[in-house]
């Protein structure tokens, strides 16, 4: 069975239609990219799938139609979001923000044990956790964004720009980190990047967006040896 499966789905704001009839679908425990230029429909993409913005057409989540379903149910059935900006409260410390992310379990023993696992994996929110979110480095942040959306255990994690506006090392820790989490708690990706080099360097599958509709899809090596997304996407 796969993961996610997306039949003709549309989406849009109000009158304007961004997404065109897009048929994709996600294997469990892969990594998925979508890539594209500005303005092509990826962040619309995402919002698609955890049914932040209206959409038409299909959305089946491990065999059950998930489509039309308020974002509450779709966090529970184990679809959790990292918005563009990130999206922590500012306000809250680290850990508040950790926590806070746990919110829709009861398992207190246990959500305490996933916050230990957090600081593990990202070794500079332990040495943070009473710091207030808004006062971390961009790259700390992210970390947070990633780690707070991971408190839900969810099944699927869907990134949005997660290197936007960060130096490359801090780049390659937390994708070094997204890698092991996924590998090692199997938690599957649909990631969106600007950069389609990093991208495809995690992703093992790419769809590529234009104007809104699908026009290539394949494994990343397959991508990545296509002259036309070289030339255009990846610059050689
Ligand atoms: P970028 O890389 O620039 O973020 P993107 O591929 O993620 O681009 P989207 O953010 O999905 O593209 O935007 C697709 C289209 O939808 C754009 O024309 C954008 O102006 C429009 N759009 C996005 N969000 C909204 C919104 N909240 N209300 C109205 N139009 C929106």
Redesign the pocket.
Known sequence: MKLLDADNLNAG??P?Q?LFDLTFNLEVGGITTIL??????????LRAVCQTVKTSGSLTFLGNRIDGRPTEEIVKVGIAHVP?GRGTFTQLTVEENLRLGAYTRKDRNEVAADIEQMYRRFPRLKERYRQQAGTLSGGEQQMLAISRALMLRPRLLLLD?PSFGLAPLIVREIFDIMRQINQEDKVSMLL?E?NATLALSLANHAYL?ET?KIVLSGSSADIKADESIRRIYLGY
């Not at 594209?36 to 993409?45: L, S, V, Y």
Request: charged share 15%; no cysteine; proline share 0%.
């Open positions: 704001y109000g304007n961004v594209g230029a500005n303005g092509a429909g990826k962040t619309t993409t563009d720009e969106v600007q967006l809104g």
